[in-house]
Structure formats: structure tokens, C-alpha cells
């Protein structure tokens, strides 16, 4: 059964940091590319970051510098390190197998696609 199950969402002030994780089961790491979404109320499913299978990294201008992307293969894990943390990136953020547009909000293509989608992890940076 494949299952990607995030942990690490939280409260935090401005300047701060979380760390994101997914829990990959049910695929390996060379069968996908890996991603991170977010959906801020109002905002389209954005994504944030991505991992591809040969270990190429991408992060988008709001992040860069920022985040950092990672994954460990003998764990099944992908993390999202966030520091420097801002008002605007608190949303509820995705861990993803599939790349998507993004004009759809990240519920909708969760929904019909269970198993490459976690189910979200809330991230609130607020003073």
C-alpha cells in the first residue's frame, strides 16, 4: 500500500524554523521524484520544492534560500527544512509524488490521487 504521511507542521514566529518530514511507504525513491506543496487560503497549490531521482533540487523564488530539500533513501523519508520563516508561509503544506499544474487548489489533487499525496500538515508563522 503507498502512503506518504507528513509530521513536523507547527506554530511559529516569525524567524523561525520547522522541519517538515514524509513518510514514504510503498515506493522507493528511484520510482519517483518527490515534491512539496503548499495551499495558503486564497493561493493556488503551490509547489515549493522538488527532489527528482537523481537527486536534483528545486525551490521556488518564494523559498529559495530558505528551504532546504532532502531526502534519506534507507529511511524513505523526504524532509523540508524551513528557516527564516515568514507570515506568508503559513499554509498547509503537501508532501507529493506527482507534479501538478497548480491551478487547481492541492485538496482537490490530493483527493484523487490518495496514494501520491500525504494528507497535510498545517505551518502557522504568526506573531
Known amino acids: 500500500e503507498v502512503q506518504l504521511v507528513e509530521s513536523g507542521g507547527g506554530s511559529v514566529r516569525p524567524g523561525g524554523s520547522l522541519r517538515l518530514s514524509c513518510s514514504v511507504s510503498?515506493?522507493?525513491?528511484?520510482?519517483?521524484?518527490m515534491y512539496w506543496y503548499r495551499q495558503a487560503p486564497g493561493n493556488e497549490c503551490e509547489m515549493v520544492s522538488s527532489i527528482s531521482r537523481d537527486g536534483t533540487t528545486y525551490y521556488s523564488d518564494s523559498v529559495k534560500g530558505r528551504f532546504t530539500i532532502s531526502q534519506d533513501n534507507a529511511k524513505n523519508t523526504v524532509d523540508l527544512q524551513m528557516q527564516s520563516l515568514k507570515l506568508e508561509d503559513t499554509a498547509v503544506y503537501y508532501c507529493a509524488a506527482e507534479d501538478v499544474p497548480g491551478d487547481e487548489p492541492c485538496t482537490k489533487y490530493r483527493d484523487t490521487a490518495l496514494d501520491a499525496w500525504g494528507q497535510g500538515t498545517p505551518v502557522t508563522v504568526s506573531s
Open positions: 510503498g515506493f522507493t525513491f528511484d520510482d519517483s521524484d
